[in-house]
């Protein structure tokens, strides 16, 4: 059952990897769609390799007897169910990069983030024998792992990218409608893969992943009314997809009242920050994934810091407002672990990267 | 082996619900796309939470133990194939309402008719507890539980919408393929749902839901020989939409050549009823969807009434052909009570959300 | 556990089935996109009529006891992926038909391919009972019984069509790339299907289509550097579809290392026969469905022959290199029967259609 389950789930999480490519596309302008699939589904090829050869061993293999990155027959779907959450973190900041970087860039960048970043962070969370894993540490499906890491390569990223004078984008709303059901969608694999079958709390992570996309539009929508501005495709499309990134981390831990309430100001407060990131001139990430990626896996953290409770789930913990100082102090470590990792690899990755490839402006 | 089942058609219905909008979309014009799209979107998460709240609760817990609407981590997998079923009524005849109204309007309707018309027809004849299923009336995957009631639905609401001068659609014939590819994936998922489990008719289901698109469109096609009309992408979008709509009551009871002359027949009378409808200044549907879900799903359930065959499923019924009447009278009083409840509903939810919203035009 | 397997499998392999067409419908102009899709609509309704009547039956029980071609309750979900291969093998030339041929082409050429063609061939290799079986012969997902049968269907098809003056193709990048991933997703399912479980080397297969996916882009490129022409979505599309066709015949039964040989080498030698074919003025094949298909499928198998390996499959066969002559004389045989009744079946039918139906030109 567990084999057949975990499949399902490796298998509904494919489709999002791809179509947050076609989301990115609308940030630039139409002429440039051609080019920038291309780039990303190069990206992505190339993460492929890299997690065959060396990023599931160092990720989930490295402290354990295995001692050779072989490519084994001998893996379950678990493998690809991780390859899925590897490349999903991958995709996100590519859309970051196209701005500005050819695919020429990721040639040397994917394998040196993968090297320096994403498996030694999943392997301190993640893996039984890593080091966060054994303090207690838990990040349910990549709040930290997946979100964090990219949104933080991101803003690393957009750092180094100019804003281009008038950044036009394509405005393909049909596209950008199924680009969104199809994360929707695979985003209940992607919250489902880490339980491991159904009985594992599956009703409460379905449940939570709903209200999660509701609160979240709903948060995001709040700031609107101010402004008196109605409400676009883009703004339900960037709601659901914080109501989506900010449940990752606490989704089969809390309530589902408690993920309406971190979803909802995860909303709002996603909103503003991607609002004030698009006025600023001292970064460039024209498909906001530090804002909604890299902001929303922290809230998603704080709530599962705050609310973690171990009557809805015996194998969580018990968060801060039920008393527990232990589980927050060893949750702040981890977020400063993971976040001088992964700017300190996402920095060395790209210095490198520029020794080797031709910047593109 | 059960909850894998339920689950994985639980995922594969996901799509239905979303492309059906994109069909939608395109019964009007190409600059209304965003708007309608952000509208259906806002109904089916004011629905999402609907369900979560009370109307799983109204549909199979009233007359059980449990006293109490809550959002409870003991489901299966069943709640949300149910959720998936009833989305999928919504989502039909919201496609009836953009005509008129804005995403304001849902904010009442939907909660009121979920309230007055879904989830009690839901609990009559698919609660175990309900009075028609006590009964022995049947429906195996929504012919009256979804398409009767969205198809009155649309039609109470078409009554109070005038046709605009000159109708135009959109006419993007790939999304129009793709939506109607999903919808027949997804269908699978619908048909196959209620069973529980492939050794349960599996192999019938999917025999005949494919039997169904092919009779009811080539139905459909028969009209257009009579005047010469080549068969267009929309004929084929009806015709299958048809036949899937008019398998749903029988799928599961009848046999292949059954559901074969169930469903040719279903496309000849749908599309001749389309034709007229669209003739008429009495109503204005623009996306069809009272001639193709309420009439198809009634003569799906006309088709359960004659040939049921408990030869074919031995937990079925035995039909109007093979003598008994005991079961069709059973079906004919579940369709009165039904259509009724279902109209006196949904004007109910038509004149109280006019208290409180204004009216578009 | 096999039950859902399969049935995952098979629902997974449908959208492939339908995102083809969307790729054909790209290499003809624009205003011919609804009326190809029609076409191929149409051409697939026919296709399934076929095999719940007599194909599937003609398949998989001619030899065994059965004797009627009965539409059965008692089949497993082994029937519905069996169906998925047949459809998909008949879209494939369905792509190159339809330069020249309407869709009333397809109401004869269709059932006459799948009796002399398609069922013959799935009987001799697939069935438990074929002759081809017996002795020996290995075909994984179909290298010959899908892509040969079809590839050599659009060689004939093609050399009966005239090449336009000026071929036109859309443009429309966003809709080949979503076909595309749909394809590889699908393709999943097309690979794992045959192994009828995960513990059947379901890992292997995985890791197999992921490296092949990679190897033959990669080998699709190699000409383009010599030309310095820039990567496009087409070379990627086609690169990628090549590793997938290529993949088949062996992806179950050699190393991670061979496929990526077999399916470098088949990304450089179809890219090269694309590039001949589109020159010459002896046939036309606008969707490059034989060049792809046929010489992938034919390469697959070639590579099978020689790197078939026990150690990797206990249940597959010793290859050339390893010194087994009688495996690669059987492959031999096979893909010569194979070859010859598919021509033979193909002329055939296209005469036979001829003679009922109008040309188009």
């Known amino acids: 059952m567990k084999i057949n389950f975990s499949l399902l789930c490796a298998v509904l999480m494919v489709p ?3 179509f947050v490519p076609i989301l990115y596309t609308q940030a630039f302008p139409k002429q440039q769609t051609e080019k920038h699939l291309v780039e990303m589904i190069l990206a992505l090829l ?4 890299c997690w065959l050869f060396f990023g599931y061993f160092e990720s989930f293999q490295v402290g354990t007897q295995n001692t050779l990155p072989v490519i ?3 893996f379950g779907p678990t493998m690809f169910v991780q390859l899925d959450f590897f490349l999903y973190a991958l995709v996100m900041f590519t859309g970051t990069a196209i701005a500005k970087h050819s695919w020429k860039f990721f040639v040397s960048f994917v394998p040196l983030w993968t090297l320096l970043v994403y498996a030694p962070v999943a392997n301190l969370i993640w893996s039984p024998t890593g080091y ?4 207690g540490a838990l990040d349910f499906s990549g709040g930290l792992v997946v979100h964090l890491t990219a949104g933080l390569t991101s803003l690393v990223l957009a750092l180094f990218i100019k804003r281009p004078q008038n950044p036009q984008g394509s405005d393909n709303a049909l596209f950008k409608y199924v680009a969104i059901l199809f994360v929707i969608t695979s985003w209940f694999g992607f919250n489902l893969a880490p339980a491991g079958s159904w009985q594992n709390y599956g009703s409460l992570i379905v449940t939570n992943t709903l209200i999660a996309i509701i609160a979240a ?3 995001w929508i709040i700031p609107l009314t101010d402004q008196n501005k109605p409400v676009t495709l883009d703004d339900l499309v960037n709601g659901i997809l914080t109501g989506l990134v900010t449940s990752t981390a606490a989704v089969g831990y ?3 009242l408690s993920i309406g309430i971190i979803t909802f100001v995860s909303g709002i407060i996603c ?4 609002h004030f990131t698009n006025q600023t001139d001292r970064l460039y990430d024209a498909v906001d994934s530090f804002t909604i990626n890299g902001i929303g896996g922290l809230i998603g953290t704080f709530g599962l810091i705050l609310m973690a409770n171990t009557k809805i789930n015996h194998g969580g913990a018990t968060g801060l407002i039920f008393g527990n100082i232990r589980f927050a102090s060893v949750k702040l470590l981890a977020i400063l ?3 001088g990792i992964t700017i300190i690899g996402a920095v060395i990755s790209l210095l490198a990267t520029h020794l080797v490839t031709l910047r593109k402006d």
Chains 1, 2, 3 share one sequence.
């Open 16 to 18: 999002m990897i791809f």
């Open 46 to 49: 190339i993460g492929i390799l």
């Open 72 to 74: 084994s027959r001998s």
């Open 132 to 135: 966060l894993a054994q303090l």
């Open 217 to 219: 539009s709903l948060g």
């Open 254 to 256: 809390v309530s589902p």
């Open 271 to 274: 909103h503003l920050a991607t």
């Open 337 to 339: 672990v993971i976040s």
